[in-house]
């Protein structure tokens, strides 16, 4: 089975970076487009980013445009989420998911599109 690990969240000060990695198992990531989605409490989950299998189209929300960048290495079968000006706002927990893809021109930012999805990982912006 697909099985999806985020790491690389952690405390960071407003303005900083931080780079998420999204590592697949189970299962080649060549063919899946993949997102990545926050959640805050009391909040619907949002999503962030995503990149398509083979064409790698990108999409980006509004909120993170200009700041975030998102890119995938298949031979090391790992999704990149790079977030740089971070602000208080980005606190959430950080996922990823996957979803094997119907058309490789186009990838969708939401939750309901995506299959597979990893535990979370934890992102505070804080000074």
């Known amino acids: 089975q697909l099985q999806l690990v985020e790491s690389g969240g952690g405390l960071v000060q407003p303005g900083g970076s931080l780079r998420l990695s999204c590592t697949a198992s189970?299962?080649?990531?060549?063919?899946?487009?993949i997102g990545w989605f926050r959640q805050v409490p009391g909040k619907e989950r949002e999503g962030v980013s995503c990149?398509?299998?083979?064409?790698?189209?990108?999409n980006f929300a509004d909120s993170v445009k200009g700041r975030f960048t998102i890119s995938r290495d298949n031979g090391k079968n790992t999704v990149y989420l790079q977030m740089r000006s971070l602000k208080p706002e980005d606190t959430a927990v950080y996922y990823c998911?996957?979803?094997?893809?119907?058309?490789?021109?186009?990838?969708?930012?939401?939750?309901?599109?995506?299959?597979?999805w990893g535990q979370g990982t934890q992102v505070t912006v804080s000074s």
């Open positions: 990149i398509s299998s083979r064409s790698m189209s990108t």
């Open positions: 998911a996957a979803v094997r893809s119907f058309s490789d021109y186009v990838c969708y930012l939401t939750s309901s599109s995506y299959r597979s």
């Open positions: 189970g299962v080649a990531l060549g063919s899946y487009d």
